[in-house]
């Protein structure tokens, strides 16, 4: 089980529908019905909002959908000798499939760019997942490198935040 939600109905949705859009479509729901729950300015602040919080220390990276914490993922960000960018980042550019062009044409499926050439990307190197390993970028399970890529396309680069801390 790669993909982690925190919330049972999501698990029930999962059995009936495709992998490829199950995460998607419960996170749409469930910003649906939390936005329409929204009574505080608070709320209403974080709504239409997707925040990808990444933690260096923890190696993990948690998805907020409109103040919900949604998803909680493992990654690998800078191994040794190299660093992963610490801050506040806007995708900057998205690509389906890119190709590195500074590690030997590396493939980087999914590749959500945020900072200069660094971006959140799928890796075939899933065993490395929940610890340092990158070359600074942040490496994901390919299907959840798929879920992120279209969750910021139905959000949109400007409602979207990476933030990355120690």
Request: proline content about 5%; glycine content about 6%; overall charge positive.
């Amino acid at each position: 089980a790669s993909n982690k939600t925190r919330h049972p109905e999501a698990k029930t949705m999962r059995a009936a529908l495709s992998h490829k859009f199950i995460n998607i479509l419960a996170v749409i729901f469930m910003g649906a019905a939390f936005m329409q729950g929204a009574a505080t300015t608070t709320a209403e602040a974080s709504a239409n909002q997707l925040v990808a919080r990444i933690s260096i220390s923890r190696q993990n990276m948690e998805v907020v959908v409109d103040g919900r914490l949604v998803f909680d993922w493992k990654v690998s960000t800078a191994g040794k000798g190299h660093v992963t960018p610490t801050g506040r980042f806007k995708p900057t550019r998205m690509h389906e499939m890119w190709y590195s062009r500074k590690y030997d044409n590396a493939p980087m499926p999914h590749s959500v760019f945020f900072h200069e050439g660094y971006a959140v990307h799928a890796t075939p190197h899933v065993k490395n997942l929940g610890r340092p390993a990158s070359h600074g970028c942040i490496r994901l399970h390919p299907d959840n490198a798929n879920d992120f890529f279209h969750l910021v396309q139905a959000y949109g680069p400007k409602n979207t935040s990476i933030v990355i801390v120690e």
